[in-house]
């Protein structure tokens, strides 16, 4: 089984650079001084998560119930309900992830793909939202802004599901702008699909996911009384495609 995970993850990251490499290529190519300035500053930052993450955590929350849980599922080669450990009864979306790391290594790595690699991938997504919006220096400035915090540093050390949850949803509002800021709302339509299904996976893990949810179907109402050539027709058609 392990051989299959492995074999599938490495053809999967290899598909991923084969089908991005020019985007990554163009994304941080013409970067200044203050631009590579910020890049090291994330990058030093994540070494020292990564420090945090590679030493079993003392957190009681993820010793009673994220990586205990996770451990429990993995010992049973499947999802079981376990009412004596902290967190059982929400949702257990984060937790696999957390499975995951037990059935490729141990807790260590447990650790790395719920906190270190997750927030790692959060970066990339404040960095895309933000040169979406301005530009690459904004994006690199929102996420070293967001990467230094304190709750993220926190949150590093542990097990806990919050930056899961967090990449998630903001992966989710990154399709969503690439359909808002669209100025042909029929060919962007996907993207509306794209965005449910992720904030669905966001919701797995957290439930607080459902205000982001709100907020997003109020902006899509929004857009039927900004545009005039948003008919309710369309309006009835893209709600369905973001709650599908």
Not at 186 to 191: D, R, S, T, V
Request: glycine residues 6%; hydrophobic residues 55%; contains cysteine.
């Amino acid at each position: 089984l392990k051989i299959v995970i492995y074999l599938i993850g490495i053809f999967s990251i290899y598909k991923f650079f084969t089908n991005f490499r020019i985007d990554l290529k163009l994304i941080f190519i013409n970067l200044d001084y203050s631009q590579i300035l910020l890049l090291i500053f994330i990058s030093f930052l994540s070494f020292l998560y990564f420090l945090g993450s590679i030493t079993p955590t003392l957190d009681g929350d993820s010793l009673a119930g994220y990586l205990a849980l996770a451990r429990e599922y993995f010992e049973a080669r499947k999802m079981i309900s376990i009412d004596y450990h902290y967190g059982s009864s929400f949702p257990q979306n984060g937790q696999l992830i957390s499975t995951l790391g037990f059935i490729l290594g141990d807790q260590i790595l447990a650790q790395l793909l719920i906190s270190w690699l997750m927030g790692l991938l959060c970066c990339f997504t404040i960095f895309m939202i933000g040169k979406r919006i301005k530009n690459s220096r904004v994006g690199l400035f929102a996420a070293f802004i967001w990467y230094g915090s304190f709750s993220v540093a926190f949150i590093n050390q542990s097990a806990k599901i919050d930056l899961a949850w967090t990449f998630f949803d903001l992966l989710a509002i990154f399709a969503f702008m690439n359909w808002w800021f669209s100025n042909n709302y029929k060919n962007k339509e996907n993207w509306l699909f794209v965005s449910g299904f992720l904030l669905s996976i966001a919701f797995g893990i957290k439930q607080v996911s459902a205000f982001t949810i709100v907020i997003l179907v109020a902006a899509i109402l929004a857009k039927f009384f900004i545009n005039k050539n948003y008919n309710f027709r369309l309006l009835s058609k893209n709600i369905l495609y973001f709650t599908i």
